[in-house]
């Protein structure tokens, strides 16, 4: 908006000095309109030509109208204007005198005139002539200064609209610059949260084809069994050993179905499991992790400190995790499982002395779904554990030397006693 | 037929070869590659079956082993891969049939019977010598108007004697090829088979075409005159 009403004013400026130019060329041709009447004046008076009477006539004539638009055109300036009315009046004045300087001459035809006479003559009206011309002057040098003075302006004008041009320039820069910086560093991080989000979808893909995966082994043992089941029961027996055996083996076909509907069940029961772990939904509440621990008491070996050591966990899924850990490290066992809990750092170390991991199977431990051999488990047991233990803030590791048996620490974060206790206060207020 | 099956899982391994035997089939059943491996060295098979997922090696690489070692006998796989990529792999690696699991078993057992008519011994879902009828859907023997149903085993010998008519098989061929690996015949349990499928073919007047032949074994022998002796 600024620009606008700046814009006005400086067209404002440019007519005004044009309107000043005009002022000056119009008193210039006032001057010379004066100067003109007063030569035809005495050229007339001394030559007595027609020619140089009527071109005086003509100049007088015009000289009142220009000196007419003139007022016109310094209507808006009262000083201008005044000035211009005085000498106006003088203008009047002046060709009044010079009318009666002709008029002086007598008619044309009875002219007698010595050189003396005519020099009297001609030096007559000189004094207001010359004043007249003055004050013209002095109006024109006026004029000048009111257009030197608004040249002056515009000049400054211009110069200040070349300044705030600029600076608008460098701010519109520097806008620019700081806008195209934070787009991209938003384009960085929508990258990399739409990369994250990625990763984390084909982690769900790859869980989910796993997971069906896995139900299918047991689905076609119950699909077949059933089927297989009726189809025995079905079938003409062509005698009664026949018949006999085909109803055993009918009721161990169903036996196999039921065994293998709760180890599906049991399937299910670890997914919801681990996906809670992963969704991260945790129950938290002040629980000592010595009690967790001492479940185990009458079958591995405890090494606990006096102290208690408690912490902000989800007591049932911190259960489940270490209970996984021991009861693999039982089925690995040659002769005893050994539990260390220590307070600082908090760290809980499960060690059995089996036959040790092979290191290329290592990296796969934990892995939903692996499995050493087939028919154990599901292959989940470690991979709960790790996710449960890791959404608390934890860490779980393992090292195995061959023939050496395998080592899991589980690390979990230090609790601030404030922390603690602020958390045993809200437990005690109710929920 | 004699199938050989190669599954890991025994809750999906018991009820398969349940209902193969049902059908007729002679079923030997593994639960790993290598012990099926040493089975088809010593032994011929007329159909493979396999589980994809076996421990140690996969079924698709038992498959191609197959093929190497030379044995052109039909392969079906049984697999809970079910992408086209998956068919494409395993009917490359040389399998010739491909089911998704959880099978049905009558899908099951209507493939391998079609598989089964690839086998180069197959001679049509009925076998016929003389005007005696075996029927391998029903494993029912028929001679005229008459028509007797036989025990998996019966109908097995005669199957055997049936589709090479001229042939003497001897007590150990029998023994061989009858059970299945894993269960072992008693010593006289040929001679008391025989003598029980001639027991059951009474009824069509066909017993005494269940010829023993002292010394080298048993052989099939049409009565009326239908085959040289």
């Not at chain 1, 300044?163 to 820069?173: D, H, M, R, T």
């Not at chain 1, 787009?183 to 084909?202: A, D, G, T, W």
């Not at chain 1, 043992?221 to 018949?243: G, K, Y």
């Amino acid at each position: 908006m600024s620009f606008a009403n700046f814009q006005g004013w400086y067209r404002a400026d440019q007519r005004w000095v044009a309107h000043t130019l005009e002022v000056l060329l119009t008193t210039e041709q006032l001057n010379r309109q004066l100067l003109e009447a007063e030569v035809n004046a005495h050229s007339y008076g001394l030559t007595l030509e027609p020619p140089y009477l009527e071109a005086y006539q003509a100049a007088a004539r015009d000289l009142t109208m220009t000196q007419g638009r003139l007022l016109e055109q310094v209507r808006d300036n009262p000083e201008q204007y005044q000035r211009l009315q005085e000498l106006g009046y003088l203008l009047i004045q002046s060709v009044a005198q010079l009318d009666r300087q002709l008029l002086s001459l007598g008619p044309a035809e009875a002219y007698e005139m010595t050189a003396e006479e005519l020099f009297v003559w001609l030096a007559q009206p000189t004094e207001l002539l010359r004043l007249t011309r003055d004050r013209l002057q002095e109006f024109a040098a006026f004029e000048a200064g009111y257009l030197r003075e608004r040249q002056a302006r515009l000049q400054e004008r211009y110069r200040w609209s070349e300044l705030s041009l600029y600076l608008l320039a460098g701010i519109g820069a520097l806008a620019i610059g700081g806008a195209m910086g934070l787009f991209y560093r938003q384009e960085q991080e929508l990258r990399s949260r739409s990369q994250q989000l990625q990763q984390s979808n084909e982690q769900l893909w790859r869980f989910a084809s796993n997971a069906s995966h896995e139900l299918r082994a047991p689905l076609a043992a119950l699909l077949s069994n059933a089927q297989v089941s009726l189809m025995l029961l079905q079938s003409p027996a062509v005698d009664e050993e026949m018949a006999k055996r085909h109803r055993e083996e009918s009721l161990t076909c169903l036996e196999t179905v039921v065994a293998t509907a709760k180890r599906m069940s049991g399937l299910v029961h670890d997914l919801l499991q681990l996906a809670r772990a992963q969704g991260k939904l945790l129950n938290r509440s002040p629980t000592d992790l010595i009690g967790l621990l001492r479940i185990w008491q009458n079958e591995v070996t405890l090494q606990l400190p006096p102290e208690p050591a408690c912490i902000q966990a989800d007591a049932g899924l911190l259960q489940q995790a270490l209970d996984n850990i021991i009861r693999n490290a039982q089925r690995y066992k040659r002769s005893e499982v050994k539990v260390t809990l220590t307070r600082d750092p908090l760290a809980i170390e499960i060690a059995d002395d089996g036959c040790g991991i092979p290191p290329e199977q290592l990296a796969y431990l934990f892995e939903p779904f692996y499995r050493v051999g087939s028919g154990e488990g599901f292959g989940l047991g470690l991979a709960i554990a790790q996710q449960v233990i890791e959404a608390h803030g934890g860490q779980i590791s393992v090292s195995s030397c061959p023939n050496q048996g395998a080592v899991f620490r589980v690390t979990l974060p230090h609790q601030k006693e404030r922390q603690l206790s602020a958390g045993k206060e809200l437990a005690q207020t109710g929920h | 037929m004699r199938l050989l099956l190669v599954e890991d899982d025994p809750a999906q391994r018991v009820p398969l070869q349940i209902a193969l035997r049902q059908a007729g089939h002679l079923v030997d059943a593994a639960p790993d590659a290598e012990t099926a491996e040493g089975l088809w060295q010593t032994k011929e098979y007329d159909l493979l079956i396999l589980d994809w997922m076996l421990p140690g090696c996969s079924g698709i690489q038992l498959c191609r082993q197959f093929r190497q070692s030379g044995h052109r006998s039909p392969v079906l796989i049984l697999t809970a891969k079910d992408t086209t990529a998956d068919t494409v792999t395993g009917l490359d690696a040389g399998a010739d049939d491909y089911l998704v699991k959880p099978v049905d078993v009558p899908e099951l057992l209507a493939r391998v019977r079609a598989l089964g008519r690839r086998s180069p011994q197959w001679l049509g879902d009925c076998l016929q010598v003389a005007g005696l009828e075996l029927d391998l859907m029903t494993l029912s023997a028929r001679y005229g108007a008459r028509t007797v149903l036989l025990s998996l085993q019966e109908f097995r010998l005669l199957e055997l004697l049936m589709r090479q008519p001229q042939r003497v098989f001897s007590r150990h061929y029998l023994e061989a090829n009858l059970w299945e690996w894993g269960s072992e015949p008693e010593s006289n349990a040929v001679s008391r088979l025989a003598y029980r499928l001639r027991q059951r073919l009474s009824p069509l007047g066909c017993s005494d075409w269940i010829e023993t032949v002292h010394g080298l074994g048993y052989r099939l022998r049409a009565g009326d005159g239908g085959l040289a002796g």
